[in-house]
Nanobody, 116 residues
Framework: QVQLVESGGGLVQPGGSLRLSCASSGVVFSLVTTGWYRQAPGKQRELVATLTSAGGTFHADSVKGRFTISRDNAKNMVYLQMNSLKFEDTAVYYC??????????WGQGTQVTVSS
């Protein structure tokens, strides 16, 4: 059984930083594709970043240069380092894993609020 759990969200001022973490039971992140998505109220869920098993990364244009997806294989954790946060980054952030037969697994999300 695959379970993903996000943590690290919270309230931060514009220009600040947060580091989100994703922990897993039942999936080895180094063997699958992982990603971070976000969803703001009234908007569709959007892709933020992806990380392949080989270590290749993709970051959406809206976060490129500010956010970085990474992985700690020893801890079996995936991270999203978020710097220079903006008001428009406010959303619920979700961790996702996609296994080798294209099954998707989602976490429950963690709230990130950027506000003065």
């Amino acid at each position: 059984q695959v379970q993903l759990v996000e943590s690290g969200g919270g309230l931060v001022q514009p220009g600040g930083s947060l580091r989100l973490s994703c922990a897993s039971s039942g999936v080895v992140f180094s063997l699958v594709t992982t990603g971070w998505y976000r969803q703001a109220p009234g908007k569709q869920r959007e892709l933020v970043a992806t990380l392949t098993s080989a270590g290749g990364t993709f970051h959406a244009d809206s976060v490129k240069g500010r956010f970085t997806i990474s992985r700690d294989n020893a801890k079996n954790m995936v991270y999203l380092q978020m710097n220079s946060l903006k008001f428009e980054d406010t959303a619920v952030y979700y961790c996702k894993a996609t296994d080798r037969i294209s099954r998707n697994y989602w976490g429950q999300g963690t709230q990130v609020t950027v506000s003065s």
